[in-house]
């Protein structure tokens, strides 16, 4: 049976979209189908991240009960050198659809749960689908918080700025509690990242957050530089960075989430 | 009904009516005792309720954990929750009665089984 994953943080730009992007093609690589979902309506952005100028059918429209989820899916498995498979559903990134989607009610975002909730069946038990990846807005919203209860692993990305600290513990503690959900911390954008520094890390994140660090990620330069023209676990087969997302990919694949 | 009727063709028919009228009764005991346990300020019915994430959060813990099962299963009956929370089929036909009563969840009997969701199309 697959899984899904929702990749979330508490701050904007702690690089949830570079994780979810590079997290999903590490797994695809490994051989896995996987599908990869903007659920990002506030601020769209995997259709810039991919390069896909055109898609017949949104996320917004399947949430919508506008239409089947096999509609909404772009096969991206071309773009990959190895035999797995990589899907993509993009979040719509017109300003209408942006205000629509702010504009919805209680009642609508329970339907869309039964809607993201429904996908374990379309798409893993019957699509055979591996892993879904969701990839959400920062913070408590609506659409986040959907993709968190129906997630069966929630990555968090954080920083080691102290708002972000301090609010990522908040979240962690008031709100995943709350939902007994299953949890890996990715420590992104580490300044000292040696080697021998790397328990010491991990104990300090278990210390902190009481959650299991998934991995840490080195600031990079070369991912800056890129300015998202590159998926690196795609394009940059031999970089660190890469290697680092496949391990993680690696951990999630055999359930070494501890 | 003569009591050879009864002894002889429909005794299994009059148990299971029986056995049916005290479930219902149990559960209806057990919606009781809970109302007493937690107090009648969480249980009353709301005009506007609706099954989503932000009441979710909202919830006291013992009502999430089976909101949230059933928000998973679709729909499902109390046994089926209790194997998935691991607590008593009791417990949870309680806290899934009470769930009904706030309007949060819709109820409907098939046989001697009762079924409980989320409905979706139509909440309150």
């Known amino acids: 049976m697959g899984k899904i994953l929702a990749v979330h943080s508490y701050k904007g730009g702690t690089g949830k979209t570079l994780l979810s992007v590079n997290l999903a093609a590490a797994l695809a690589k490994r051989g896995k189908k996987v599908a990869l979902f903007d659920l990002d309506f506030r601020a769209p952005s995997l259709f810039a991240i991919l390069k896909i100028n055109e898609a017949s059918h949104w996320v917004n429209d399947y949430l919508n009960g506008a239409c089947e989820i096999n509609k909404v899916l772009i096969d991206l498995s071309s773009r990959l050198q190895e035999n797995g498979k990589f899907f993509v559903g993009l979040a719509n990134p017109s300003t209408e659809a942006m205000r629509d989607m702010s504009a919805k009610d209680r009642k609508w975002e329970m339907r869309a749960l039964g809607n993201l909730l429904a996908l374990r069946n379309t798409l893993l038990t019957e699509g055979g689908f591996d892993y879904l990846v969701f990839d959400t807005s920062p913070g408590l919203q609506y659409s986040s918080i959907n993709a968190i209860v129906t997630a069966d692993l929630v990555v968090v990305a954080t920083t080691g700025d102290r708002s972000d600290v301090d609010g990522t513990r908040r979240m962690l503690s008031e709100m995943y509690n709350l939902f007994e959900k299953k949890t890996g911390l990715v420590l992104n954008k580490v300044l000292d990242s040696a080697k021998s520094k790397k328990d010491e890390m991990s104990r300090k994140v278990q210390t902190t957050y009481q959650v299991p660090l998934l991995g840490f990620v080195p600031c990079f330069c070369e991912i800056l530089r890129a300015e998202g023209n590159f998926i690196f676990a795609q394009d940059k087969p031999d970089h660190p960075f890469t290697k680092i997302l496949d391990e993680m990919a690696k951990k999630i694949e055999t359930d070494d989430v501890k | ?124």
């Open chain 2, 1 to 124: 009904m003569n009591t050879e009727e009864l002894l002889g063709k429909k005794p299994l028919y009059l148990l299971e009516k029986i056995k049916d009228n005290l479930e219902r009764l149990n559960e209806k005991m057990e919606v009781m005792i809970e109302l007493q346990k937690h107090g009648r300020k969480d249980i009353q019915p709301l005009p506007d309720a609706s099954l989503d994430v932000m009441t979710l959060l909202s919830m006291p813990d013992h009502l999430r954990k089976t909101a949230m099962t059933i928000c998973r299963c679709g729909r499902a009956t109390a046994e089926e929750i209790s194997q998935q929370t691991a607590r008593a089929r009791a417990v949870e036909s309680a806290y899934l009665n009470q769930l009904v009563i706030m309007g949060y969840l819709k109820k409907e009997r098939k046989g001697r089984k009762a079924y409980f969701y989320a409905d979706r199309e139509n909440p309150r």
